[in-house]
Nanobody, 123 residues
Framework: VQLQASGGGLVQAGGSLRLSCAASGRTFSSYVMGWFRQAPGKEREFVAAISWSGGSIRYGDSVKGRFTISRDNAKNMVYLQMNSLKPEDTAVYYC?????????????????WGQGTLVTVSS
């Protein structure tokens, strides 16, 4: 599976952005898809993940109520809608794909990674 994230940019605090991740491969629908982020000098942080069917979703505590993950298996796409953005959301955002059916929150649980897209939130 190859992943290509896009949609990052500069936004003011309180604004919104929608990240997209395009996946190649006919087995996309069988993967758990996740979003992680990494700010300078910090460890990679779990943001959100969604099961193959969309029936199981998990969010990191820092984004609950503000971010929404979704996927379109017909288009091999996964999305991250980010609302009420804060300066502390500034980071490079990565999409990832993991084998299996359980939605997990650790980077080591994911097998494929995209190149990342930078989100900068100004105060």
């Amino acid at each position: 599976v190859q992943l290509q994230a896009s949609g990052g940019g500069l936004v003011q605090a309180g604004g919104s952005l929608r990240l997209s991740c395009a996946a190649s491969g006919r087995t996309f629908s069988s993967y758990v898809m996740g979003w992680f982020r990494q700010a300078p000098g910090k460890e990679r942080e779990f943001v959100a993940a969604i099961s193959w069917s969309g029936g199981s979703i998990r969010y990191g505590d820092s984004v609950k109520g503000r971010f929404t993950i979704s996927r379109d298996n017909a288009k091999n796409m996964v999305y991250l809608q980010m609302n009420s953005l804060k300066p502390e959301d500034t980071a490079v955002y990565y999409c990832a794909a993991g084998r299996g059916i359980i939605v997990l929150m650790k980077p080591e649980n994911y097998d494929y990674w995209g190149q990342g897209t930078l989100v900068t939130v100004s105060s």
